[in-house]
DNA sequence: TTTAGCACTCAATAACGTAGAGTGCTAACA
DNA sequence: TGTTAGCACTCTACGTTATTGAGTGCTAAA
């Protein structure tokens, strides 16, 4: 495309991002400086609606990005836009203070993407993969209850209370905690076998109530489906884009946020294994989102794909903030989870 | 009150609830058959408007109820309305589907309270309070890493990877637990002296830098500042109500539904620790929910206060309706809490 | 005490006119 | 051949005005 095309298609973009109105040529001569009068401009803007880069919303008003203009500016024209110093402090700052688990850190992250950005905001929380046993261990409460905790190789760690006969001693406890880390540690469920089983539930057999539970517990730890849980940020951030001036939009807009499983997928469906990716519209495939665009990456610990965040905004969105922005958070998630987790399976 | 007066207060509040638009006189004769004339209403209105129970938007319009008039009607005119077959069926059923951890039973209650009522519901999670150490446990995990876990006797657990220098075996940590389970077992936060410590730490002066960060993670988890979290459903569901077709009023919403702290605190003002509480407008003392009613009440676990539940609607709610299922999932929930946690301090 | 009749009020809706932003085309110009 | 000024034309946004209709309050009769 000539320089100048590109020139007047960058004005249109920018002047929509900022003003939410569609562009006339006047406009841009006065704001762009081109060196060209506006009679030349709108010459070079008939060209571009010709080649379907912009549109006019109707005759004779003046024109706006198409999805393919903004695809265009995406691809070719936009330039890449580095976080102030400030907004680094910022970001380190929030992570120093809470670190401790996982779930807080996905939630510091999402708020953080949506402050940014002024948009909205979700991260998923991070599947972990097969995993294996790596502990067992029953703890006597109090009366007649036990709770049972299991700990992964992957650092995750699920627990359970469970009701025990009167009968069962202490030492009973550590007797079967024992036997099952024996014969279990280091196992997924896959190599678990059924001679196995029954080999230990021969050797406990005075305790085959208390075992039952257990041993549920540890299938229910060992197959768990991650429960893709979502974070989400910054909805209501959404409400002050003119474009969701309309209640209508708003409605459908926040019927999706209400639906988690479709969120997850539509979140993962950015395709690539790494980097960030720009869906704009249509490209989103969920046809009540036409409107709005998705920037979106993956995180990782040790170059495996962990989950997925991004931001949710209209078509007339920040790109070259958002994609720095988005970028930087990932890596940025990555390295911390990486110290947190650890011992994710090589 | 005139049992006229009160018949013509009821209809008002039963229509206004029902069609959102302001009821006239005629109205009233047609569909509730007092057996008087659209005049005599008339002038019944215009007594319980100089009274304060209903209010004219405009002149010659109709009447809607004050917030005088729903407090009247709470209180001494609306009749309990039972849940239906159905909807105890549904409740029945999706509590057997999904009783395995706590974060998931509030989940379901949420859910649950915002699909019955078609408003926006609020659950507080369970605040536990004061616990004392049940059992600590190192697991070794791999290379220079271990796992701590700390069992409270209210059956809350929290765990956390450390950092373990090369040196260690299996057996020093197995040394470390036992002490730490020997010196503090049974410990609340207050009981834990200063030369308690001093003489844990002497006892293990070999792996003091293991030992600061366990310590660190038990006084996490006995002094744990419950992080009372909330979980919000059905925010859309507002949107559907025509009091909500203005953006402003959307905007304010949200932005109210994403600040957790002021929801808790709100929801926590009920005041009474028993039985549903309802607050219509401005007894709900936040300025920008003035057209907000809430119905709240707490769930217990043998009797101690554990959460709130709440249902969020326009003053124009169906009060008796939600008071119900309000009600009904309370109990529901706190029955399943007391099998599911048992231990708490007595 | 109740009711019919009637004048009055006021929001909502429709109909109309106007202003302004922006275009496309043409013709002149470099 | 590319650029620019001029101008007629288009279409939305907005403000003004008229119309409608629901609902009231008051009065006087039953």
Redo the contacts between chains.
């Keep these: 495309m000539e320089d100048r095309k590109q020139k007047v298609l960058l004005a249109v973009v920018h002047d929509y991002i900022a003003t939410a109105e569609p562009v006339g040529s006047r406009t841009i001569a006065k704001k762009y400086k081109l060196g060209v009068s506006p009679a030349t401009i709108r010459n070079e803007m008939a060209d571009l609606e010709d080649q379907g880069f912009i549109e006019q919303p109707y005759t004779s008003a003046g024109r706006i990005p198409s999805e393919l203009g903004y695809r265009y500016y995406v691809d070719f024209l936009m330039r890449k836009q580095e976080l102030s110093k400030e907004e680094e402090e910022l970001i380190r700052r929030e992570y120093r203070a809470k670190v401790?688990?996982v779930g807080q850190v996905i939630h510091k992250t999402g708020l953080l993407l949506s402050q940014l950005t002024h948009y909205t905001a979700m991260v998923l929380t991070p599947r972990i993969g097969i995993s294996s046993l790596?502990?067992v261990?029953i703890?006597y409460?109090?009366q007649s209850?036990a709770?049972v905790?299991a700990?992964m190789?992957n650092?995750a760690?699920q627990?359970?209370?469970i009701e025990i006969p009167e009968s069962i001693t202490a030492l009973d406890m550590e007797t079967i905690s024992r036997v099952l880390n024996d014969k279990l540690q280091g196992l997924t469920m896959k190599s678990i076998k059924l001679n196995l089983i029954k080999e230990i539930y021969s050797e406990l057999a005075r305790h085959k109530n208390v075992l039952d539970m257990v041993m549920e517990l540890i299938q229910?730890s060992l197959t768990l489906e991650v429960e893709d849980k979502i974070y989400l940020?910054?909805?209501?951030n959404m409400?002050?884009q003119p474009e969701f001036?309309?209640?209508e939009k708003?409605?459908t807009m926040?019927?999706i946020?209400?639906q988690e499983k479709l969120l997850c997928n539509i979140l993962e469906g950015g395709g690539e294994d790494e980097g960030v990716t720009v869906r704009i519209g249509g490209e989103i495939d969920q046809w009540d989102m036409k409107e709005c665009s998705m920037i979106t990456a993956p995180y990782t610990v040790r170059g495996r794909k962990m989950g997925s965040l991004g931001v949710l905004g209209p078509t007339r969105m920040e790109y070259a903030k958002v994609v720095s922005v988005v970028d930087y958070l990932t890596k940025y998630l990555s390295r911390t989870l990486e110290r947190?987790?650890?011992?994710v399976r090589k």
């Design positions: 401790r688990d790596k502990h261990q703890v409460m109090h209850r709770m905790i700990v190789d650092g760690v627990h359970r209370m229910d940020g910054g909805v209501f409400l002050n001036h309309n209640v708003i409605k926040l019927s946020m209400e947190m987790i650890q011992g």
